[in-house]
């Protein structure tokens, strides 16, 4: 159990004013407007398209890699817990922002934003400025960490830490109610070899905010930072009875049973999780769980407490050789791995290029290291000294933060330049070493849809005996795509990757084991589904060369109040 003394930070919102309309105020909250993943002059950037592993986990991996978006969960989470009548606009087009703030006299405008999309927000705040005049205007996300931002927009509130909190004093509601859930799928849209996947809902995972913010405070970690830094954290549910009812009512709303859960260290409260773990078996539920944790902490639970809990998929933080970080600190990450794997927990490492102790002479080894924890998918991301962060602070002081001229905040997202000058790098160099990161995980240990497979693969022989029935049944609803459609990708890629032999002899050894564990009709489909595969990779590689991406869809949801007032 990791020693943190963990106080509630919900005071880290700025005092709110009281909107003179109260719960009548008509409000629209939004996301920045798109297109996203094309360069323009506001601070969008091909490299970095509204999209999680394609843009920082599969980037180099072409049409093997994963692509989905998520929608906006801030704007989702504060609308259920507004009275008033509140329209969600996200992903909203330039033209369709404006025609929303023509159709409705909406009181009050929220956005909500991160540093890379700053140039929009200004532009955002100029146009309800000349088509609402009368409207307020309040900022919110990450952006609001940024010291100085209202010398570079026009808003009347900025928000730092949890919104929730602030909407409900601004207008007149009571702060200290139950937080309200909204039911949401985590991704949509999904796609992987140039083949949309299932959209049914047993097929998804239902997203799932415990709380926002992470005791552990790392000097670089705006998540953290944006909501009160070392021992603070913002808990919508506080205990486990509160996080099963919440988690009972979505699954049963969106009918999965499964969740993606965006709470920075999940496992952290012991007896919280414990507490949850207790009512899923006293109510026999086998729901899947897809977490974020620390190494330190996963490793105060045993494997048979992970496995019962569910956890199916862990994105965890190896930062990088020899890294101080407090949550890495004496784990045996390799350990840890191949331990989860075996029990078909997918495991997505996450390491950082450019710690203070990196250099263009190390980086090599760094890469090295990481990538021969052989997890299922690798997260590298810039070392990026982010507003409001003990990093930010220390560079600052130190005079090497790079100024606007040089790195834009549209270019600090992580994946291109630091924004600070580094002892050990020349400069841009950090680009270079960044995409070799990603190259060498993707030659070495190939597709990450073939590293997860063969995870599932495990956890389906390992467990599938398993003495609860609970488990059973999760473990069999989870590898049900084995032996039919996985049979068939694994068939593809050994065909696609017959120049690099190593890799395909490990495919090769893949589909034999999967062959043997499912008999004759993986025999039968592996070849018939592969050849259509292979064709359909080959067709998207073509359409990628091309330089196809892919935006996503505007949505525009009424809460209930608003459907009677607002068009
Ligand atoms: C989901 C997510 C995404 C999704 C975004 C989906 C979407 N539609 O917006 C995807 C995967 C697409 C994504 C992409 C990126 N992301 Co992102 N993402 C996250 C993640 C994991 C969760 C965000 C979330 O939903 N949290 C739950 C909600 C409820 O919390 P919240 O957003 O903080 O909202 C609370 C408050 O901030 C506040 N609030 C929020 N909005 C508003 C608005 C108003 C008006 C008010 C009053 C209050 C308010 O109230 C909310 C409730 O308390 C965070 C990390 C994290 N755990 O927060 C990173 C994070 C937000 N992402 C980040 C980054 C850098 C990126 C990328 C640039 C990554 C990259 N280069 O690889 C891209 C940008 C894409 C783009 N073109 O814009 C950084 C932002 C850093 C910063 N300081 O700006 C974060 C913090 C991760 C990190 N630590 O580096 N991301
Ligand atoms: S453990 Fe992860 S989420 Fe928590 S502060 Fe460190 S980097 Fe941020």
New binding site residues.
């Given amino acids: 159990m990791p020693n943190l003394k963990i106080e509630n930070a919900d005071a880290t919102?700025d005092q709110a004013p009281q909107h003179p309309l109260g719960k009548n105020a008509k409000i629209l909250?939004t996301?920045?407007f798109g297109p996203?993943?094309q360069d323009d002059a506001y601070g969008?950037?091909a490299?970095?398209?509204?999209?999680?592993f394609h843009?920082?986990v599969t980037r180099v991996q072409g049409p093997f890699s994963l692509r989905m978006?998520?929608?906006?969960?801030?704007?989702l989470?504060?609308q259920e817990n507004i009275e008033a009548p509140c329209a969600v606009l996200?992903?909203p087009t330039d033209e369709r922002f404006r025609k929303e703030l023509r159709k409705n006299r909406y009181d009050v405008v929220?956005?909500?934003?991160?540093?890379?999309?700053a140039g929009k927000v200004g532009a955002m705040c100029a146009l309800i400025r000349r088509i609402l005049p009368d409207a307020k205007i309040?900022?919110?996300?990450?952006?609001?960490?940024?010291s100085g931002l209202s010398d570079i927009i026009d808003a009347d509130?900025i928000?730092k830490?949890?919104?929730?909190?602030?909407?409900r004093e601004y207008l007149g509601q009571n702060p200290e109610a139950p937080i309200r859930h909204p039911a949401v799928f985590s991704g949509f849209g999904s796609r992987v070899l140039g083949i949309q996947t299932s959209s049914k809902p047993r097929d998804l995972a239902a997203?799932l905010?415990p709380s926002?913010g992470?005791p552990m405070g790392c000097n670089f970690?705006?998540?953290?930072h944006?909501?009160g830094g070392k021992g603070k954290l913002?808990e919508f549910y506080k205990t486990g009875d509160e996080l099963f009812w919440v988690m009972d009512s979505i699954a049963k709303k969106l009918k999965t049973e499964s969740f993606f859960i965006?709470?920075?260290n999940f496992l952290a409260c012991r007896p919280k999780v414990l507490r949850l773990l207790q009512l899923m078996e006293e109510y026999e539920k086998s729901w899947s769980l897809y977490i974020?944790s620390s190494a330190h902490v996963i490793r105060s639970y045993s494997m048979d407490e992970l496995v019962r809990l569910g956890v199916r998929w862990l994105w965890m933080g190896i930062e990088g050789k020899g890294s101080s970080y407090e949550k890495v600190r004496g784990a045996d990450t390799f350990g840890l791995v191949r331990g989860l794997q075996e029990n078909g927990i997918s495991v997505l490492g996450s390491t950082i290029i450019g710690l203070e102790e990196h250099s263009e002479e190390n980086l090599g080894e760094v890469i090295d290291w990481a990538v021969s924890h052989r997890t299922d998918f690798h997260q590298f991301?810039l070392y990026?000294a982010?507003?409001?962060t003990p990093l930010h602070r220390e560079k600052e002081s130190e005079g090497s933060l790079l100024n606007q001229d040089d790195v834009p905040f549209a270019d600090?997202?992580?994946?291109?330049r630091f924004n600070h000058r580094h002892a050990g790098m020349g400069p841009g160099k950090e680009t270079e070493f960044l995409l070799k990161a990603f190259r060498r995980d993707f030659d070495r240990n190939g597709p990450s849809l073939a590293r997860m497979i063969s995870t599932l693969l495990s956890g389906y022989r390992n467990l599938r005996h398993h003495p609860s029935a609970r488990v059973r049944k999760r473990i069999l609803r989870e590898s049900a795509p084995l032996a039919v459609d996985y049979a068939g990708v694994i068939w593809a890629l050994k065909e696609y990757f017959k120049g690099q032999p190593e890799l395909r002899f490990k495919l090769y050894g893949l589909l034999e084991e999967i062959l043997e564990a499912f008999g004759r009709v993986s025999r039968i489909s592996a070849p018939i589904l592969g050849t259509i595969l292979l064709s359909a990779i080959k067709k998207e590689e073509r359409r990628l060369k091309r330089g196809w991406t892919y935006e996503?869809p505007c949505f525009f949801e009424l809460n209930a109040t608003a459907k009677k007032i607002l068009r």
Avoid: K
């Avoid at 978006?69 to 704007?75: A, E, G």
């Avoid at 830490?161 to 909407?167: A, L, N, P, T, V």
């Fill in positions: 919102a909250l996301s920045v996203y993943a969008s950037r490299i970095n398209p509204m999209e999680l843009n920082q978006f998520h929608r906006s969960f801030s704007l989470l504060l996200d992903f929220g956005i909500s934003s991160i540093l890379s999309n309040v900022v919110g996300g990450h952006l609001a960490n940024l509130f928000v830490g949890d919104g929730i909190r602030w909407f997203a905010i926002v992470c970690c705006s998540t953290s944006l909501f913002v965006l709470d920075e974020f991301m990026t982010l507003p409001g600090s997202h992580g994946q291109y996503p």
